[in-house]
């Protein structure tokens, strides 16, 4: 897991989003969440473009990643 911010269009940022990288490779964005329900969701093509944007900004590695 690795928490990242992004510009998601001009004025908008969205703070502390986690990535999530499954052990098959499959890659999560999650938006935070209060009382049950997150900020933001995303789906589809964008969410997969969003993952793969900050796993090749953080370098290929989240926090949990101990593989060389």
Same mark, same amino acid.
């Given at each position: ?9 001009? /004025?908008?940022? @969205?703070?502390? #989003?986690?990535? *999530? ?7 999560? %964005? ?13 789906? /589809?093509?964008? @969410?997969?473009? #969003?993952?793969? *944007? ?7 590695? %989240? ?6």
């Amino acid at each position: 897991m690795a928490e990242f911010d992004a510009v998601i269009a001009d /004025g908008f940022r @969205a703070n502390g #989003l986690k990535l *999530a990288v499954t052990d098959d490779g499959k890659k999560f %964005v999650f938006a935070p969440s209060k009382n049950g329900r997150r900020f933001a969701t995303f789906t /589809g093509h964008y @969410a997969r473009r #969003l993952a793969d *944007a900050a796993w090749n900004a953080l370098g290929g590695r %989240v926090a949990d990643d101990f593989h060389p």
